[in-house]
């Protein structure tokens, strides 16, 4: 994507059959970026009686072949595809058919064994490759020539003693460096896929590899910075060496990310939403980047009772735009105009809210960047009001849940016209002008009325450096990163995936305990 989140080119896995999925997409290292590495999870039959182990009985079963493939971005074109079963049999997973949420019992092509769950892939300067299969508890370096298997780490046949660390279900195996003697890499243990454990937290890895004694050492570990001295996320999860040394954690099932000093030390802590929400993070990255969406500022503006005593409050939010240092809002007795601005509040979230003390029937908001420089204006929002039916549910910031009265008896009602104050098509709105655009007349920058200015944040992002969170990629993603971010009532989120299972809203009296 560019700048504006605009899909600028589209890769898609081929010869495999089975379309490319989330796990990964990364810019191949070396490739001067005209390559891609991609996972694909391709169903296939495969006899599961050969082994008792398997449980399955009778007729012909099915697997999940992990595979990846290289491909040339331009064209299209697979440059090499390495297929899971044909170097590392079934029959050396760690999980067994019919037993995690993400196992499969591998009856039918619907719901295959997933015995080995591949769920990162890098490339070395050599060509070789390096990739994570979950399942089995392993990290491979394969051959970039025929795909041979050249070493393990961890798994069922590995090929160094581990000194000091044990590691299962792990994620995001990343090359370091490499010479003849010692290999230094990266990944995420989870330490637990839910049922079995190899440790009592998650935690990121710092891995030297000694060929000549075969041995591998854990030099760094990084814990989440919590009170118990850690966390455990059995999904999920990834580590980011960042140009200053620093490191930076995303901690998988917990929508949580954090950055540490090279030394260990938390600086930063962040979390997204809480656990019981179920929304989570696939990884979490952080990079330089600037955002102009092409989308208009959202705009929502309330008043309890439509006078003085209650005022009217302005909550604005841009999702995607990280440039936005501040916000100016206007307000009109019309939806046509003149605007007066009425107030400025400096943004220190993804959502500002701003109270006015008086109250206006229609209104708009201008994102300002750091310089004072406009950079976008939102819907022409009219304030909402609610009606004397709905007020006793309304508080001075917003109205609460609506509910279904199932012991009401609208047999008998037949058709009930709404008050013609309430009906949609009498609010005014302008068809002609829903958006105040940049070059409109009639807006000044007088302050009428006075304002009261709080904010409140809901999701950090901050200017120029943002983390840009991944609750699931997909292909469409050139930059192999997608950003959730939660808007104010629910969160937003990219799929629903059998992997990951199903993601729920957000409860509002959770995310705005003040409204209870």
């Known amino acids: 994507m560019d700048k504006n989140y605009r899909v600028v080119k589209t890769v898609e896995s081929s010869g495999?059959?089975?379309?490319?999925?989330?796990?990964?997409?990364?810019?191949?290292?070396?490739?001067?970026?005209?390559?891609?590495?991609?996972?694909?999870?391709?169903?296939?039959?495969?006899?599961?009686?050969?082994?008792?182990?398997?449980?399955?009985?009778g007729g012909m079963g099915w697997i999940v072949e992990g595979v990846f493939q290289e491909i040339e971005i331009d064209t299209g074109r697979v440059l090499f595809e390495w297929r899971s079963s044909d170097h590392l049999d079934p029959s050396l997973s760690y999980t067994?058919?019919?037993?995690?949420?993400?196992?499969?019992?591998?009856?039918?092509?619907?719901?295959?064994?997933?015995?080995?769950?591949?769920?990162?892939?890098d490339k070395n300067e050599e060509g070789d490759y390096l990739i994570s299969a979950r399942h089995?508890?392993?990290?491979?370096?394969?051959?970039?020539?025929?795909?041979?298997?050249?070493?393990?780490?961890?798994?069922?046949?590995?090929?160094?003693?581990?000194?000091?660390?044990n590691f299962s279900s792990q994620h995001h195996a990343r090359w370091l460096s490499e010479n003849a003697t010692h290999t230094l890499l990266t990944f995420y243990d989870n330490?637990?896929?839910?049922?079995?454990?190899?440790?009592?937290?998650?935690?990121?890895?710092?891995?030297?590899?000694?060929?000549?004694?075969?041995?591998?050492?854990?030099?760094?570990?990084?814990?989440?910075?919590?009170?118990?001295?850690?966390?455990?996320?059995?999904?999920?999860?990834?580590?980011?060496?960042?140009?200053?040394?620093?490191?930076?954690?995303?901690?998988?099932?917990?929508?949580?990310?954090?950055?540490?000093?090279?030394?260990?030390?938390?600086?930063?802590?962040?979390?997204?939403?809480?656990?019981?929400?179920?929304?989570?993070?696939?990884?979490?990255?952080?990079?330089?980047?600037?955002?102009?969406?092409?989308?208009?500022?959202?705009?929502?503006?309330?008043?309890?009772?439509?006078?003085?005593?209650?005022?009217?409050?302005?909550?604005?939010?841009?999702?995607?735009?990280?440039?936005?240092a501040s916000w100016n809002f206007y307000a009109a007795p019309n939806a046509t105009g003149p605007f007066k601005m009425v107030g400025s509040v400096k943004k220190s979230g993804f959502e500002t809210r701003m109270r006015y003390l008086n109250v206006t029937a229609w209104a708009f908001a201008e994102a300002v960047d750091v310089n004072g420089k406009a950079l976008e204006r939102s819907v022409i929002s009219r304030t909402f009001v609610p009606?004397?039916?709905?007020?006793?549910?309304?508080?001075?910031?917003?109205?609460?849940?609506?509910?279904?009265?199932?012991?009401?008896?609208?047999?008998?009602?037949?058709?009930?016209?709404?008050?013609?104050?309430f009906r949609s098509q009498n609010r005014g709105f302008n068809t002609a002008g829903y958006y105040a655009e940049m070059n409109m007349g009639g807006a000044t920058a007088a302050l009428g009325g006075s304002a009261e200015t709080t904010t409140e944040e809901k999701t950090g992002t901050s200017s120029r450096s943002v983390v840009l969170v991944a609750v699931c990629l997909v292909a469409l993603v050139l930059a192999g990163v997608g950003a959730c971010m939660a808007k104010r009532h629910v969160a937003e989120l990219c799929a629903r995936s059998r992997v990951l299972g199903?993601?729920?809203?957000?409860?509002d009296e959770e995310k705005f305990p003040d409204r209870r």
């Open 16 to 57: 495999a059959g089975a379309s490319c999925d989330m796990h990964e997409f990364r810019i191949t290292p070396y490739s001067d970026s005209k390559t891609v590495l991609m996972t694909v999870y391709q169903p296939r039959m495969f006899d599961l009686t050969i082994n008792p182990r398997y449980r399955v009985r």
């Open 96 to 121: 067994m058919p019919a037993t995690t949420d993400t196992s499969g019992d591998g009856l039918s092509e619907d719901t295959p064994w997933d015995y080995f769950h591949i769920n990162s892939i």
């Open 136 to 165: 089995m508890a392993g990290i491979y370096k394969l051959s970039g020539k025929d795909g041979h298997v050249i070493w393990e780490l961890g798994g069922a046949n590995p090929t160094f003693h581990q000194t000091n660390f």
């Open 191 to 324: 330490a637990s896929n839910g049922v079995n454990y190899t440790d009592t937290f998650s935690q990121g890895y710092f891995i030297s590899i000694d060929h000549i004694n075969k041995t591998a050492t854990a030099y760094k570990t990084y814990n989440a910075p919590e009170p118990e001295g850690g966390l455990m996320s059995t999904s999920q999860g990834n580590l980011q060496l960042l140009p200053n040394g620093n490191v930076h954690i995303g901690w998988g099932e917990h929508a949580y990310f954090s950055e540490h000093t090279p030394e260990g030390s938390a600086v930063m802590y962040a979390k997204l939403a809480a656990r019981a929400s179920n929304v989570m993070i696939y990884r979490s990255y952080k990079f330089p980047w600037i955002g102009q969406p092409l989308t208009k500022p959202a705009l929502w503006t309330y008043s309890r009772n439509n006078d003085e005593s209650s005022g009217m409050v302005f909550y604005v939010s841009w999702n995607g735009a990280t440039e936005v």
């Open 387 to 421: 009606s004397k039916s709905m007020q006793p549910s309304c508080d001075e910031w917003a109205c609460g849940k609506a509910w279904l009265d199932w012991e009401a008896d609208v047999s008998s009602y037949g058709l009930i016209e709404t008050n013609p104050e």
């Open 502 to 507: 199903k993601y729920i809203r957000v409860d």
